[in-house]
């Protein structure tokens, strides 16, 4: 799979933490740095609670208030948008990337058919009368793979099914052909079919477009099928970086190998009925704890004793692939 | 059964279960019209029975229910004694009065409060969100009789505007316009205070509404996908908020028409609600009941609005989306 | 067909017992007439004491309507639903309140199937209120059933939103268990939980079904867990099963297309994984 592309996005260094006003702070992200390049699917994978959402959030100033940014740059044609004023990040949501967040029954409103909530993307940010609009949006729906995309329109949320609902709200985050496209868990709660139409979907765009894709999963089959390289978090750092084949061919970090273990054993055939399956040792770490070394540590099966009491740094063992793990340097 | 016809359905039985109650009450009040009469020793008894035998009141309860609620379908609602005319015109055209009263006033309290609710819900902690607050606050507490009183004594005071009545002595030789001028005149005290006392109450379920609706997901979403804050508030926020807020303008309105009995009897306008008071102070059966019907007539006719718009506002109901069984 | 399952004999008489079970949702309109949409139709199965069954199928086949009929949190049109000898499908929620401790459902969703803002003991206790115990027994049994998934007893107090996702579907599961239920119906209660927590949470439930002999109507998309955990595998589509059988069997040797077409695409999926990343180290 080949990554073609400049460098379409930089994050640098990117610490944000969650303040709430009852309870501890919970460390969100712990210093990202990540090069998203042109007309790439990128695949960011962790378990929930790694951050991940938070990142997404992040770049587009989305974060509730009670978040505080503690450090870190996020640049996009050569300006940071951590810097934007809301007006200005108001142009871009939507219109150069967009988001498409989890939980689709939800992301729609409820009293509003669903035709004109897309129409409604295409008003913020595009001058057309009320009918290029209509007739914009009956293309969308059938892009989105809709056959009936005038009697969709009329539809209420409620009338439709998850994955039509699913179909909506990517139908209103490319109405505007965004450059990038950040798609939060897409394929979480559907069934296989519809799982490999979003897919396919959102691949069509990439080639049809060039758009790119930032995918954020917890699945790891979706990113070995569908991204071109995959970065693996955890507890607020990407812990893996690289070529997805390469990865999951030859994971480096402790993380990756026994997350490519879980996933290799999780076979239709083969289990017998009642048999366990294996599993990665270890809780999800606290994220209200602050740890001196690696956060992977207490569950590493591969530990050393230096890992306890220093963070690891990033390291490039191969020119296409980076790793925060001692085991390669220092 | 539609959703309509039922509703529809229910409130002419709460009509009629209205009416047995008038009726029990009313009989139940102590003294009758005729009491003053009967004191009065150049009226002999027999007149006062005979009296009472016209106008139906020498007959037991049951049968003079019975006889009204016959009437009543084909729209005759009995006699009144003090007017010595029917009641049904009687009503009717005092009922005109109220019901401008009452609408100018509820119009007047939902263009207030709409935009007032959901910029202070959009601004909430903020200079504006503060003083709503605490602006609607005072006006809740503040007995609507006291509000009344104290800005009738400052319009008569400094003479700002004409009150009493709904037109001055002398309008027959006025033009159209004038006539027209005069009325919104003396309108204008009246609604103010209706508008007051309404305004407070629902600015702070709109904001409520409009508070919790700004949290959700979808809500997110659209602000996500660039929606600009105007119409993200008024567009997408406020039809789904209006929704709890619906259901109380047909409290709303209905309790406009009945409520306005106070501020029409301190302004002197000429609306049902001094009508209504004489009649049951002296007693005048038929009258009083026909008032009372009237009032329910018109609660019950708010909430069917109110459930119209409902059902205009809320695809949810429209598809029966929201019937668990 | 309970006799050739795998495993019959670790199973018991039969639990729940379904006949013709069928519902239909009314889409209506304001002013005028309503339209029926079927969405179960005819549905028939049995499962025994001790014993999975897993429904699987597309989106909108109608697996959730059939569970929460189950659940009678829906009331079917028609058909049984034989539960423990009694046929639960007509009966009014009064009659219904003692048998419910019975049945229990775990949901997909945990944020919207608990109220985040109660502590994990309101929430746990909460199946126990309505069945009338005593304060002390609540917090005895709550402390219990908080040890057997794998939670802190101490974490009683906090509420549920401090909990990860994977912990409050732990929650949902103790919730569930409070009332020593003699089923549990996960309803995609997996789907949304990250993969390695949903291998915890999936050994989790097998160890409790084998401590409590429970059985389990498992709804489900994953084939994976379904081939790991479901000694029954039904297919469903549009409204109607289409095929079942032990689950190994059906795997094996697919008859209706719609379970071939489900198989055929999660082992795509599957070989996708290998395929992609090529032999491992």
């Known amino acids: 799979m080949q990554t073609s592309g400049d460098s379409f996005l930089q994050i640098r260094g990117l610490r944000v933490t969650y303040c709430p006003s009852r309870g501890d702070d919970v460390r969100a992200l712990n210093g990202i740095r990540l090069e998203i390049r042109r007309s790439e699917i990128l695949g960011i994978l962790g378990e929930s609670g790694c951050g991940k959402s938070t990142l997404a959030h992040a770049i587009l100033g989305l974060l509730p208030p009670h978040a505080r940014i503690g450090a870190g740059e996020v640049f996009w044609q050569g300006r940071d948008l951590l810097r934007f004023p809301e007006s200005e990040l108001r142009t871009i949501r939507g219109r150069k990337i967009s988001l498409v967040s989890q939980q689709p029954a939800l992301s729609l409103n409820p009293v509003m058919c669903v035709g004109n909530q897309v129409g409604e993307v295409l008003r913020a940010h595009v001058p057309s009368t009320s009918r290029e ?48 496209l950040i798609a939060d868990e897409p394929t979480s709660k559907v069934d296989g079919l519809l799982r490999s139409e979003i897919v396919g ?130 | 059964m539609s959703y309509l016809g039922r509703r529809v359905i229910r409130a002419a039985f709460l009509l009629v279960g209205v009416s047995i109650l008038c009726f029990l009450f009313t009989e139940m009040a102590p003294g009758s019209f005729f009491d003053e009469m009967r004191l009065n020793p150049q009226i ?9 035998a016209r106008y139906g009141l020498d007959q037991p309860l049951v049968v003079r229910y019975g006889r009204w609620l016959r009437s009543a379908l084909h729209a005759d609602f009995g006699y009144s004694i003090a007017y010595n005319a029917p009641v049904a015109p009687l009503l009717w055209s005092r009922a005109k009065n109220t019901l401008l009263l009452a609408t100018t006033g509820m119009l007047l309290t939902w263009l207030i409060s709409i935009p007032l609710g959901v910029w202070a819900a959009a601004r909430s902690g903020r200079m504006l969100d503060k003083s709503v607050r605490v602006a609607s606050s005072l006006l809740v507490s503040i007995p609507e009789v006291v509000i009344a009183v104290a800005l009738l004594a400052i319009v008569v005071r400094w003479r700002v505007l004409p009150v009493g009545g709904m037109t001055s002595m002398d309008n027959e030789g006025l033009s159209q316009w004038a006539r027209l001028q005069e009325i919104a005149s003396r309108m204008l005290l009246p609604t103010i205070i209706l508008t007051l006392g309404e305004t407070a109450i629902i600015v702070r379920h709109l904001r409520a ?42 409290f709303s309105l209905a309790g406009l028409l009945s409520g306005s009995l106070l501020v029409e009897v301190i302004c002197g306008w000429p609306g049902l609600g001094p009508l209504i008071l004489d009649a049951t102070l002296s007693r005048d059966f038929y009258l009083v009941i026909g008032g009372i019907m009237l009032s329910a007539l018109f609660m019950v006719g708010g909430n069917l609005v109110a459930d119209i718009m409902l059902l205009a506002c809320d695809p949810r109901i429209r598809t029966g989306a929201l019937d668990a069984r | ?58 989106s909108g086949a109608g697996k959730s309507t059939v569970a929460r009929c189950v659940a009678r949190l829906e ?3 028609s058909g049984e639903i034989w539960l423990d000898g009694t046929d639960i499908a ?105 993969l390695s927590t949903q291998a ?82």
Not at chain 1, 261 to 270: D, E, K, N, W
Not at chain 2, 216 to 225: D, E, I, K, N
Not at chain 3, 147 to 162: C, F, M, Q, T, Y
């Open chain 2, 209 to 250: 509404s409009v508070l919790e609706v700004l949290d959700t997901p979808f809500v997110q979403a659209a602000r996500g996908l660039g929606i600009g804050r105007t119409r993200l508030l008024f567009r997408h926020v406020l039809p789904v908020a209006a929704s709890p807020a619906i259901s109380l303008l047909g």
């Open chain 1, 133 to 180: 609009r209509k007739e914009r949006v009956c293309e969308l729906l059938r892009e989105v793979g809709f056959e009936q995309p005038t009697t969709i329109y009329d539809a209420y949320p409620h009338q439709l099914s998850g994955g039509q609902r699913q179909r909506v709200v990517i139908a209103q985050s490319v109405a505007c052909r965004p450059a990038l």
């Open chain 3, 1 to 58: 067909m309970a006799s050739n399952i795998p495993g019959s004999e670790r199973q018991g008489h039969p639990l729940l017992h379904v006949q013709k079970l069928s519902k239909h949702y009314v889409r209506g309109r304001g002013w005028g007439k309503s339209v029926a949409v079927t969405a179960v139709c005819d549905v028939d199965f049995e499962i025994r004491s001790g014993q999975t069954l897993a429904l699987v199928g597309a």
């Open chain 3, 200 to 281: 915890q949470i999936a050994n989790l439930l097998l160890d409790l079904q084998s401590a409590h002999s429970m059985a389990y109507l498992l709804i489900s998309h994953d084939l994976t867990l379904v081939a790991r955990m479901a000694d029954v595998l039904s297919v469903m589509s549009d409204g109607r099963i289409v095929e079942m059988g032990a689950t190994q069997q059906v795997i094996a040797d697919p008859k209706h297309v719609q379970t071939q077409r489900l198989l055929a695409s999660a082992r795509a999926a599957e070989s996708k994984f290998d395929l992609a990343s090529g032999a491992s180290a």
């Open chain 3, 75 to 77: 009331r079917p049109d």
């Open chain 2, 44 to 52: 002999s008894p027999e007149t006062i029975s005979s009296l009472r």
């Open chain 3, 90 to 194: 007509r009966l009014n929620l009064r009659d219904l309140l003692p048998i419910r401790s019975n049945t229990q459902m775990i949901f997909q969703d945990t944020e919207t199937s608990m109220n985040p803002r109660f502590s994990a003991a309101e929430v746990i206790e909460e199946p126990l209120r309505i069945q009338g115990a005593s304060r002390s027994e609540r917090r005895d049994i709550a402390t219990a059933v908080m040890r057997e998934v794998g939670l802190r007893a101490e974490w009683l107090k906090r509420p549920v939103l401090e909990f990860s996702g994977g912990q409050q579907q732990r929650l949902a599961i103790a919730r569930a268990l409070s009332t020593r239920p003699k089923m549990l119906i996960l309803d995609e209660a997996l789907s949304s939980l990250d």
């Open chain 1, 201 to 330: 979907l959102l691949s069509k765009l990439r080639e049809r477009y060039g758009t790119t894709i930032v995918v954020i999963t917890h699945d790891p089959t979706l990113c070995a099928t569908f991204a071109d390289r995959v970065a693996l978090m955890y507890a607020g750092r990407i812990v893996e970086l690289g070529n997805s084949a390469e990865v999951f061919a030859r994971p480096l970090h402790p993380y990756t190998r026994a997350l490519v273990a879980l996933v290799r054993s999780s076979t239709i055939a083969g289990p017998s009925t009642r048999e366990h399956f294996p599993r990665i040792e270890g809780e999800s770490p606290d994220p209200t704890a602050v740890s001196i070394g690696c956060s992977f540590e207490p569950g590493c099966a591969e530990r050393m004793e230096v890992c306890a009491l220093r963070c690891p740094e990033d390291v490039a063992p191969e020119p296409t692939r980076s790793v925060n793990c001692f085991k390669y340097g220092e």
